[in-house]
């Protein structure tokens, strides 16, 4: 039984930042948490403990490459029918800025101070239903 109002294709809102800025490293030595809300009308979102899949998914868009990701808990069914709903909050570790003419990765050249990246985000249920995709604010990064 579906929610009404509810896809069973889980649906998701980029909410916001903690904070809008990170120190480049390739050392985790900053972060910040991202947070978004989901729907899903048949209920199936998230893993038990013993599954090892992942189902956050954060790209950088950048390089279109994945910056990170994640493996939902399983969600308890809420009320008489099975759609849910709520908010997820993951903490997201630096990265290194990125630089043109083949400055490498994580370096401290004087005529690039700050990177600037946004970051796309995607679920996906149980039954392998995609989600949309949502892109975040943008998050300055200071590369000295």
């Known amino acids: 039984m579906q929610s009404p109002g509810f896809s069973d294709v889980p649906e998701i809102e980029f909410m916001g930042f903690s904070q809008s800025s990170m120190i480049q490293s390739s050392l985790n030595s900053d972060s910040l948490f991202l947070r978004f809300s989901f ?51 993951v903490r997201l570790f630096t990265t290194c800025c990125l630089f043109p003419d083949n400055i490498p990765p994580c370096e ?24 949309n995709t949502v892109t975040s604010t943008a998050i300055i990064l200071f590369c000295d």
């Open 108 to 131: 401290s050249p004087q005529q690039f101070p700050t990177d600037t990246m946004t970051l796309d985000l995607y679920i996906v249920d149980r039954a392998g239903n995609t989600s």
């Open 39 to 89: 729907t899903d009308g048949d209920g199936d979102l998230g893993f038990d403990d013993e599954t090892i899949e992942q189902n956050i998914f954060i790209i950088d868009n950048r390089t279109g490459d994945r910056y990170e990701a994640f493996k939902a808990p399983k969600i308890p069914e809420q009320g008489a029918t099975k759609g849910i709903s709520g908010e997820v909050t």
